[in-house]
């Protein structure tokens, strides 16, 4: 995503006529981003101060922030301002990524939180991919015998259409290229996009809270027909049956008592 960026992270960003953008946390960052203090040892006044201050960073520098504090995980109330100021850190992070990876004339959302949402999607996701294809899971014979999957380039991530401008539904990340096509439903046709070949989709069996929670993906293959409905494929395929079952029940028992309350 950064690479060929020529960006100095320690170089707090300015506006057009010099100034700089960052004021009260701008000696903080640059300690920070300098490597010359640990987040995990600062002054909480100085993380809260600099906190309003993160927004105004770039891309480059909320990643180099984020790479030394990935050890920082605690639900201590003591560190509170720290957990908030990653959390801050995370959600311009992850809505960066998903903005750089859009296409170019793609409507992007109105709020941040469905940007924060795709652009975590796609970070796991790359990290899943970078984990598979390196023969995570498989033993070590077969690594050396070279038998790692074949992974589809176009990975999709479903959408709350409500939460965005063009109504998307569905999301293809091409996982080389960090390139993500967004789309409605009814709106594109996949097997064009991806040229044929299969689309992987996640069964998210994910459980657990904070520092206790495990991921667990169940990586399916999709092979797309031309002119077919990609959604209601996806849909089949990823939602567990109970779950969809579960669905199905409710629907039917809403339209019952709808269809009662009109008689």
């Known amino acids: 995503l950064v690479d060929g960026q020529d960006v100095r992270v320690i170089d707090l960003p300015k506006c057009a006529s010099g100034a700089p953008k960052v004021l009260q946390g701008a000696a903080f960052l640059q300690r920070l981003l300098n490597d010359e203090v640990e987040l995990k040892s600062c002054m909480e006044s100085d993380v809260c101060a600099a906190q309003a201050d993160v927004k105004y960073l770039k891309v480059e520098q909320l990643l180099s922030i984020r790479e030394h504090t990935l050890d920082l995980m605690t639900e201590s109330q003591s560190h509170s301002a720290r957990n908030s100021f990653l959390e801050t850190i995370d959600k311009y992070l992850f809505s960066a990524l998903a903005s750089r990876c859009m296409q170019?004339?793609?409507?992007?959302?109105?709020?941040?939180?469905?940007?924060?949402?795709?652009?975590?999607?796609?970070?796991?996701t790359v990290g899943v991919v970078d984990m598979l294809k390196e023969g995570w899971g498989l033993r070590s014979t077969a690594v050396a015998q070279g038998e790692c999957p074949q992974l589809p380039s176009h990975w999709a991530i479903r959408l709350k259409p409500q939460e965005w401008p063009g109504q998307f539904a569905c999301a293809l990340l091409h996982v080389d290229e960090l390139r993500v096509h967004a789309f409605a439903s009814g709106t594109l046709d996949v097997a064009a996009v991806v040229g044929g070949n299969p689309v992987a989709a996640v069964r998210d069996r994910t459980s657990g809270v904070g520092k206790d929670r495990m991921l667990h993906w169940e990586v399916l293959r999709l092979e797309c027909k031309k002119g077919e409905d990609f959604l209601t494929l996806l849909d089949r395929e990823t939602i567990p049956r109970q779950q969809s079952g579960l669905a199905d029940e409710l629907s039917a028992t809403l339209l019952h008592r709808a269809t009662r309350t009109v008689a």
């Open 104 to 124: 170019g004339g793609t409507p992007q959302a109105a709020s941040m939180e469905p940007l924060h949402q795709l652009g975590l999607r796609i970070a796991l």
